[in-house]
């Protein structure tokens, strides 16, 4: 029975970027963000405004069987394309990793000082 899906974004290179050097660094599984960040962005019914600049670069994952069925859907049903709708979910997911990346970073050096 087949779970998974491959599927080709493409997405801002600034999303590309920043995702590749926190998934080396190991702070993130890039498939397993990607797939959460689309299904919150999916549940929340917004529709993608985003419109992708020519400065894009291709990112292949394997995402649940299912998730790539709704974005489809989605895609049709909005005119867009996923990659669209992936950059708009990914722009919302982002910056709220980062914030919890900083509270860490902010936790571990406040933890450092009371030593």
């Given at each position: 029975m087949?779970?998974?899906?491959?599927?080709?974004?493409d997405?801002?290179?600034?999303i590309?970027?920043?995702?590749?050097?926190?998934?080396?660094?190991?702070?993130?599984e890039?498939?397993?963000?990607?797939s959460?960040?689309?299904?919150?962005?999916?549940?929340l019914?917004?529709?993608?405004i985003?419109s992708?600049?020519?400065?894009?670069?291709?990112l292949i994952?394997?995402?649940?069987?299912l998730?790539?069925?709704k974005?489809?859907?989605?895609?049709?049903?909005?005119?867009?394309?996923?990659s669209?709708?992936?950059?708009?979910?990914?722009?919302?997911?982002?910056?709220?990793?980062?914030d919890?990346?900083?509270?860490q970073e902010?936790?571990?050096?406040e933890?450092?000082?009371?030593?």
């Amino acid at each position: 029975m087949l779970t998974t899906a491959e599927i080709t974004l493409d997405l801002p290179s600034s999303i590309t970027n920043l995702l590749m050097d926190y998934a080396l660094n190991g702070d993130i599984e890039l498939e397993k963000f990607v797939s959460n960040s689309l299904r919150e962005y999916l549940s929340l019914g917004s529709n993608p405004i985003t419109s992708l600049s020519n400065n894009t670069v291709t990112l292949i994952l394997r995402l649940p069987w299912l998730l790539v069925l709704k974005l489809w859907w989605n895609a049709q049903r909005n005119s867009c394309t996923i990659s669209q709708i992936a950059a708009e979910a990914l722009g919302f997911s982002i910056p709220i990793f980062l914030d919890e990346i900083q509270a860490q970073e902010d936790y571990r050096l406040e933890l450092s000082q009371e030593e």
